[in-house]
Nanobody, 118 residues
Framework: VQLQAFGGGLVQSGGSLRLSCAASGFTLDRYAIGWFRQAPGKEREAVSC????????HYKDSVKGRFTVSKDAAKNTVYLQMNSLKPEDTAVYYC????????????RGQGTQVTVSS
């Protein structure tokens, strides 16, 4: 039973990446899935949320219009499509089965590094 976050990498400013959060051993249908990030020297922050109950999505103001969260139920995976990336998006990104506080999540994926060069 695990949650895996992957898909990070190095990209130039203005580029795109798609992060994946894949669950095994349990279904994501019961959970809201949160994406969080933590930049060096900064506190972890919530970036986006996908509510499996109604398909609603929520975003941090600074990523609205650039990031899109979605879910593929057949693949038991939630995606975070990140477009128009900026250097300030550089961080380790995590997914978890909680949208408010990653520490409260029943499951949490390992982080994936996103680096945006200027």
């Amino acid at each position: 039973v695990q949650l895996q976050a992957f898909g990070g990498g190095l990209v130039q400013s203005g580029g795109s990446l798609r992060l994946s959060c894949a669950a095994s051993g349990f279904t994501l249908d019961r959970y809201a899935i949160g994406w969080f990030r933590q930049a060096p020297g900064k506190e972890r922050e919530a970036v986006s949320c996908f509510a499996s109950s109604d398909g609603s999505t929520h975003y941090k103001d600074s990523v609205k219009g650039r990031f899109t969260v979605s879910k593929d139920a057949a693949k038991n995976t939630v995606y975070l499509q990140m477009n128009s990336l900026k250097p300030e998006d550089t961080a380790v990104y995590y997914c978890a089965t909680d949208c408010a506080r990653i520490a409260l999540a029943e499951y949490r994926g390992q982080g994936t590094q996103v680096t945006v060069s200027s």
